[in-house]
């Protein structure tokens, strides 16, 4: 029995969809747990790249079932088009499974969202979030407030046209919107086409586990995009944490046998929010240049910067993170010296090493307090073969000692390591380092 859980450790986007798509090869069941279109998980597969928005990368592999799950808010238009897209290319090759809890995000969300951000930016252009504007905030709100439509409801039309009426009524804000016969018809459809995957997920789950079969949880956005323990209003509105992952899967905490925290050597971030050690300079440009950092939905250009301990350690302990995947590390390949910050100064003179502060506006004022690490060499592709087929042994001693410094600081040894973007460059350390440390929160000495 193995429940593994896959969660971002920064503002999204550390190449989780790669670290999945690596672990997966050994799983049977890959779950999304939360989001919708919002998230981008891209794969460079031998075929090409593919970049997966609402479905689990385990529809990539034969013999594995992608389940995009109950935590889910799903835009099935775009959903139906994933699918297309992957069959057309050869490369669904899994299976699939959609859970019947999961809701629908319809166009009136989509509507809501951008009429949200833009009634924000008037009150104050600093206020406005810069969501992707897929409606994922609306689709939650009404999901909580009990007005939302489940992917299950879309199959009924007697329910899906009642709840449709009853979320309409509360939309009077929004103008021009299509009416709610035509969405109802066209959902519907849609959902017909569909429904050979639609199903209760979580008991096809369970009788998995009690199999001894393999599961991957794989959390979209990040923690720090976390509704509550996020930048504060600068988040999603899901919970992609490890206990977010459970919610959103329908999975109990004692299953869980792993919780992975992925994050790239450096960091990046989409969309507005406090990011301290953002880098506006030649060097964030470089960044963004040389790992190609845009929004894999939007196509955003991101912010760059550089590795922040505090926000490590506050992922850390709040996912419970067993192990640490640590990407894009052949990015800063060349590099002289690497920057790393290991806490803030606050206004108030405060420092802060291991808790993030709760409001925004303290973070997004507090100054990074920098080491500066010995860069090690490009990683070119003999290295990358030499790292392949060696693993830690072939590490540059820099590197080594740059990824040390991380499991030490943030009490989780480094076990998996990306250095370039193709599938197969991705690699299981063994051992660890930083092995032999406890789970993140046991080794807090807070
Ligand atoms: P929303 O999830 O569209 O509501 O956007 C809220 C914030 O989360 C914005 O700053 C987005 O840019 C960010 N965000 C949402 N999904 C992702 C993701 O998959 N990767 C990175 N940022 C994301």
């Not at 593919?50 to 034969?62: A, D, E, F, T």
């Not at 088009?81 to 699939?96: K, N, S, T, W, Y």
């Not at 206020?127 to 009990?146: E, F, K, N, V």
Request: charged residues 20%; glycine residues 12%; aromatic residues 6%.
């Amino acid at each position: 029995m193995s429940v593994t859980v896959v969660i971002g450790a920064q503002f999204g986007d550390e190449a989780k969809g790669k670290i999945t798509d690596y672990l997966a090869a050994n799983a049977r069941y890959v779950v999304r747990t939360g989001g919708g279109p919002n998230a981008g998980h891209s794969i460079h597969l031998p075929e090409g790249q593919v970049v997966l928005h609402q479905l689990s990368c385990g529809v990539l592999r034969s013999g594995t079932i992608g389940v995009s799950g109950p935590g889910m808010v799903l835009q099935l238009a775009k959903l139906e088009q994933e699918i297309a897209d992957l069959e057309r290319r050869g490369l669904f090759r899994g299976e699939l499974m959609i859970s019947d809890r999961a809701h629908a995000l319809l166009p009136v969300h989509e509507a809501e969202d951008a009429w949200e951000d833009e009634l924000r930016a008037r009150v104050s252009p600093a206020a406005a979030l810069g969501t992707t504007r897929m409606g994922i905030g609306p689709a939650y709100a009404d999901r909580a407030s009990r007005f939302g439509v489940r992917i299950a409801d879309l199959l009924r039309p007697a329910v899906l046209r009642e709840q449709l009426q009853i979320l309409y009524a509360t939309k009077g804000h929004l103008g021009n919107l299509p009416p709610a016969e035509t969405v109802a018809g066209e959902l519907a459809e849609i959902a017909g086409r569909l429904a050979p995957y639609v199903r209760p997920t979580e008991p096809v789950l369970w009788q998995a586990i009690a199999r001894g079969e393999r599961l991957l949880l794989e959390g979209a956005q990040s923690a720090l995009l976390d509704l509550d323990f996020g930048t504060y209003p600068f988040v999603t509105s899901s919970h992609p944490t490890s206990a977010g992952a459970l919610v959103g899967s329908g999975i109990a905490p004692t299953e869980v046998t792993e919780v992975i925290g992925v994050a790239k050597a450096y960091a990046t971030r989409v969309g507005s929010g406090p990011f301290p050690t953002e880098d506006t300079g030649p060097q964030g440009e470089f960044l963004r240049r040389t790992g190609g950092e845009r929004g894999a939905s939007t196509g955003r250009p991101r912010r760059c910067g550089w590795l922040d301990l505090v926000m490590l350690r506050y992922a850390a302990r709040l996912n419970g993170f067993t192990s640490l995947a640590i990407t894009k590390v052949d990015v800063l390949g060349g590099l002289d010296e690497i920057p790393v910050s290991n806490q803030y100064v606050l206004p108030d003179g405060t420092t802060v090493q291991e808790v993030l502060p709760t409001y925004a506006d303290d973070l997004a004022r507090a100054q990074p307090v920098y080491e500066r690490f010995e860069g090690w060499p490009e990683i070119h592709a003999r290295l990358k073969e030499r790292i392949h087929h060696e693993g830690v042994r072939a590490l540059p001693p820099a590197l080594r000692r740059y990824l040390e410094h991380i499991a030490a600081e943030v009490g989780v040894p480094v076990e998996y390591l990306g250095y370039g973007p193709q599938r197969e460059e991705t690699v299981r350390l063994e051992p660890a380092l930083g092995a032999g440390r406890r789970s993140a929160v046991s080794a807090w000495t807070g």
